[in-house]
């Protein structure tokens, strides 16, 4: 079973950047199509950016821009580089695979991380 790890999580004022990670470790089958997703107080989970297994991505219009997303294939590894983050960037931050394509249809991936938390201050 694959498990997903995210960390980089953290506290930055407005306009500032953070780098988050997603480690994946056990069998590792499913991390050729991967995403990354945030979850507000009181809201929805959304998708932020996603990777398929070309190396082709996605972002959502909040995103776009601001971060990216990006994997290193020989440490499983995906990451997110976040900029230019405003308060309301603050949420759990999820990475999640077994996707074909990117999409951020959550019923789309069959393996979430634990999430890291962001704060972004104004």
């Known amino acids: 079973q694959v498990r997903l790890v995210e960390s980089g999580g953290g506290s930055v004022q407005a306009g500032g950047s953070l780098r988050l990670s997603c480690a994946a470790s056990?069998?590792?089958?499913?991390?050729?199509?991967m995403g990354w997703f945030r979850q507000a107080p009181g809201k929805e989970r959304e998708g932020v950016a996603a990777?398929?297994?070309?190396?082709?991505?996605r972002y959502t219009d909040s995103a776009r821009g601001r971060f990216t997303i990006s994997k290193d294939t020989a440490e499983n590894t995906l990451y997110l580089q976040m900029n230019s983050l405003k308060p309301e960037d603050t949420a759990i931050y999820y990475c999640?695979?077994?996707?074909?394509?990117?999409?951020?249809?959550?019923?789309?991936?069959?393996?979430w991380g634990q999430g890291t938390q962001v704060t972004v201050s104004s």
């Open positions: 999640a695979a077994g996707c074909y394509i990117a999409t951020f249809t959550t019923e789309a991936y069959d393996t």
């Open positions: 056990g069998y590792i089958y499913n991390t050729d199509c």
């Open positions: 990777r398929d297994n070309r190396g082709r991505t």
